[in-house]
C-alpha cells in the first residue's frame, strides 16, 4: 500500500542491497557532512552514474534507490476569466478573477544518460494517479520510465485532479442567474459500469478468464476516480492546446495517451507537430478517421496499443477495427505506424487498464523497447 | 518554470557539477549495463551514500543529484455510495458505487539516515502543489524535506484534486430530483480576493512594503488554485480521520498544515495522539479554542507559525491573538507548545504563503532544525 516495491524486483538485481541497508556506511556520511571533499564529490557522481545506467538484461534496475537529477511541478496554458458568481459564502467574494484550462505537470528527470521524455496522459474519470502505484502497491510507469532513462512528465487533464475545474455555472444557477439545464455536464464512473469498460469481464462481476488486473485492490482503483467535466469543456479540449504546449518546451516528447484521451496526441499534432518525437495511443477511445488527412502522421513513429478480450467487448472492438483502419492508412500515408494487440504478441490476460494489470511492468519493458528502438534518443 | 532550482543552489554546492555534466563518464554507465559487477555496485551504495549525507553547514545540499529510496502514492480513507445519478450522459450509467472522502497521498523517502515522517496539508482553495515547486520555479518544501532527510508525504485533502469530490447533488438537481437549493456549496477563490487573504497587500493590487512573495509569477499561483467543496463536507472533515490513519501507519509522523487545514492537526489528535509525532500549524485560519480541554496536546511538541504583516490585516490579526492564548494555555496543560511570529525572530517580509515566498528555503531550513530539536528522529 505504502509503494514498496520489493516484492516485484526479483529477477531485476543488479545492486543487490539498498543503501539504507549498508548501516556501517553511515559513518563516511557524517564525516562528509563535516567536510565534502572533492574526491568524495568524484565518487558520488561516477557510482551515481553506474547506479542510474545498471540495468539488468531487458530493463532498468527497479531495487537500487532512485537517482533523481531534478523533479518539481508546472503548469501550462491556462487563461484568466472574471465571473461574479465564484462563491455564495459570506467569507469570499462572488466576483474576481479566475484562471481555468491549465494543465498541471509532474516531472523526474533521471540522473546518467537520458532517453526520450515522455508525457504520461490519463483517460476518463481518471488523473495522473494511474500511471503512479499501482492499486496493488507496485511500482507505477512513471517511476519505471525515470528508472529507464526517460524523463518523465505526468498530467491531470484540464478539468481533473490538480488541474482546476470551472463551478461559476453551478453557483449562477443557485444564484438564480441561469436556469437549472445550464448546470454543467459532470459525471462520476460507477464501479459497476468501470467494471465492464475496463474490461475485467463481460458484466460486473464476471471476469474474463486470466484477467490481470489485481481485482483484490479494485477499491484502490475506484478511489482514483474522480468527476469527469470534459462534456462542459469547450472543443477542442484545451488539454490537447496544453499538450502541444508542453510538447514543444520538451522540443521533441513522445505522448503517452491512454482511452478517453487516447486521440489527443493525434489531435495535438493535427494542431502542430513540433515537439512531438512519437505517439502511444493505448487503448484509444477513438483513432483518427482513416479517411482523414495523414498528412500531421508523415514519418512519425505511432504506436496504438492493446490488451486482452478486446472482441468480446462490445464497447472495445469496433473502436480496434477502426484503428487498425486508420494505422494502414496513416502507413500508406508514410507514418511509422503499428497496431499491436498484446495477446497476438505473446502477452495475454490484459485489461483495459494493462499500466496496473500484474504484468504491468513486462509491458512498460516491452514498451521502452519500442520507443528505443522505434524513437531513438 | 520547469522546476530547474539551479538559481537558488548558490551556498549550498557540496558537490558542485550535477551527475549530468559529467558526460565523458557515460561510458562507464554503459559498460555497467553489459555487466555489474559487485564491486561497482559496492563503490554505488557508498557515493550515493555520501551523496546523501553531504549537507552545507545549516542545511541540504540541494545542487546535487537527489537519492530515494522508494517513491510513490496511495489514498487512505474513503467509503463507498451507491448513487442513481452519477451521469446524465447515455454513455455513463447513472446508478453505480463510487468511493469518496478518500485522500491522496503522495511519498518519497530519502535514501540514507532518516529523520521524522512529514506529512504536508495545504489550505483553503489549493492542492499538494501548494508545498512542490513554487510559482517562479524553485524549489518547494517537498523536495526540500527529502533533501534534510525527512520522509515527505503531501496530501490533497478529501475533495481536492485527485481526493475525489462528490456530484451527485448537481445531477439529482439536473434531473429534477432535488431543488436547486441542494445543489452544493462550492467556491472559487478570485485573485482579487486571494490577493487579502494570502497579504500580499492590505487590498489588490497594493504590495505590502518588502513583502516577499514572488508577483511576477501570481499567476502561476492563481493556476494552482481549485474550487473548494469544503463546505460540503461532512463535519468533522474526513480530512481529520485520513489523517489520523495516515499518521499512524507512519508510526509516528509530524502534521504541518496551513491556513484551511491549520487546525486539522489539532482536530486530529483530538480524535487520536497515536502517530502524531508533532504538530506545525502555519498561519492557522482557527486555533482550537483557548478554553478547551487540552488534554490531546500534553507533552506534545506544537509549533504555530507566522509571517509578516499579521497585525496590519483584519482577517489575520485575531486569529494570531486567538492562537497565542491557545498556545499559552496549552503550554500551562503541559504541551510543549510555540507561537513564533518570524518577524519577532528577525525573518521579515513574509506573506501568507510563506512556503512559496522568496525566503522559503530559508524558512524551511529554520523548521527543519526546529523539528530536529523538538521532534527528534
Given at each position: 500500500m505504502d509503494?514498496?516495491?520489493?516484492?516485484?524486483?526479483?529477477?531485476?538485481?543488479?545492486?543487490?542491497?539498498?543503501?539504507?541497508?549498508?548501516?556501517?556506511?553511515?559513518?563516511?556520511?557524517?564525516?562528509?557532512?563535516?567536510?565534502?571533499s572533492v574526491v568524495a564529490a568524484a565518487i558520488a557522481i561516477t557510482a551515481s552514474l553506474l547506479v542510474a545506467g545498471c540495468a539488468a538484461p531487458g530493463g532498468p534496475n527497479l531495487d537500487a534507490a532512485l537517482?533523481?537529477?531534478?523533479?518539481?511541478?508546472?503548469?501550462?496554458?491556462?487563461?484568466?476569466?472574471?465571473?461574479?458568481?465564484?462563491?455564495?459564502?459570506?467569507?469570499?467574494?462572488?466576483?474576481?478573477?479566475?484562471?481555468?484550462?491549465?494543465?498541471?505537470?509532474?516531472?523526474?528527470?533521471?540522473?546518467?544518460?537520458?532517453?526520450?521524455?515522455?508525457?504520461?496522459?490519463?483517460?476518463?474519470?481518471?488523473?495522473?494517479?494511474?500511471?503512479?502505484?499501482?492499486?496493488?502497491?507496485?511500482?507505477?510507469?512513471?517511476?519505471?520510465?525515470?528508472?529507464?532513462?526517460?524523463?518523465?512528465?505526468?498530467?491531470?487533464?484540464v478539468a481533473r485532479g490538480r488541474s482546476a475545474g470551472n463551478i461559476v455555472a453551478i453557483n449562477a444557477v443557485r444564484m438564480g442567474k441561469l436556469p437549472v439545464d445550464q448546470l454543467p455536464t459532470v459525471f462520476s464512473v460507477g464501479a459497476e459500469d468501470a467494471w465492464m469498460i475496463f474490461r475485467f469481464g463481460p458484466e460486473h462481476p464476471k471476469q474474463f478468464p486470466g484477467m490481470k488486473f489485481p481485482l483484490q485492490a479494485a477499491g484502490e482503483l475506484w478511489k482514483q476516480t474522480v468527476p469527469d467535466w470534459i462534456q462542459s469543456m469547450p472543443?477542442?479540449?484545451?488539454?490537447?492546446?496544453?499538450?502541444?504546449?508542453?510538447?514543444?518546451?520538451?522540443?521533441?516528447?513522445?505522448?503517452?495517451?491512454?482511452?478517453?484521451?487516447?486521440?489527443?496526441?493525434?489531435?495535438?499534432?493535427?494542431?502542430?507537430?513540433?515537439?512531438?518525437?512519437?505517439?502511444?495511443?493505448?487503448?484509444?477511445?477513438?483513432?483518427?478517421?482513416?479517411?482523414?488527412?495523414?498528412?500531421?502522421?508523415?514519418?512519425?513513429?505511432?504506436?496504438?496499443?492493446?490488451?486482452?478480450?478486446v472482441d468480446q467487448s462490445p464497447r472495445w472492438a469496433p473502436r480496434l477495427k477502426a484503428c487498425r483502419e486508420f494505422v494502414r492508412a496513416a502507413s500508406a500515408a508514410g507514418a511509422r505506424a503499428e497496431n499491436v494487440v498484446l495477446p497476438e504478441i505473446g502477452i495475454a490476460g490484459n485489461s483495459h487498464m494493462l499500466m496496473q494489470d500484474s504484468n504491468s511492468l513486462e509491458i512498460a519493458r516491452w514498451l521502452a523497447a519500442w520507443l528505443a528502438k522505434n524513437v531513438g534518443r
Open positions: 509503494g514498496d516495491a520489493g516484492g516485484i524486483a526479483a529477477g531485476y538485481s543488479c545492486v543487490s542491497h539498498r543503501a539504507r541497508r549498508a548501516g556501517s556506511l553511515a559513518r563516511a556520511a557524517r564525516a562528509c557532512r563535516a567536510r565534502a537517482t533523481i537529477e531534478r523533479q518539481g511541478s508546472f503548469f501550462v496554458g491556462g487563461r484568466t476569466i472574471v465571473s461574479e458568481t465564484l462563491s455564495t459564502l459570506p467569507a469570499y467574494m462572488p466576483k474576481g478573477t479566475i484562471s481555468v484550462e491549465q494543465m498541471y505537470v509532474r516531472f523526474q528527470v533521471p540522473a546518467g544518460e537520458k532517453r526520450a521524455p515522455v508525457v504520461f496522459i490519463h483517460g476518463c474519470c481518471l488523473t495522473g494517479k494511474t500511471w503512479e502505484t499501482t492499486p496493488d502497491g507496485r511500482m507505477g510507469w512513471d517511476e519505471y520510465f525515470v528508472r529507464s532513462g526517460h524523463p518523465t512528465y505526468v498530467v491531470d487533464q472543443t477542442p479540449n484545451p488539454t490537447t492546446a496544453a499538450l502541444s504546449e508542453l510538447a514543444q518546451r520538451l522540443n521533441g516528447a513522445v505522448l503517452i495517451s491512454h482511452s478517453q484521451s487516447g486521440i489527443y496526441p493525434f489531435q495535438t499534432a493535427i494542431r502542430s507537430r513540433a515537439g512531438i518525437a512519437g505517439i502511444v495511443s493505448i487503448e484509444p477511445g477513438a483513432c483518427p478517421a482513416a479517411e482523414g488527412d495523414m498528412t500531421p502522421y508523415k514519418g512519425m513513429p505511432i504506436l496504438v496499443l492493446w490488451g486482452d478480450f
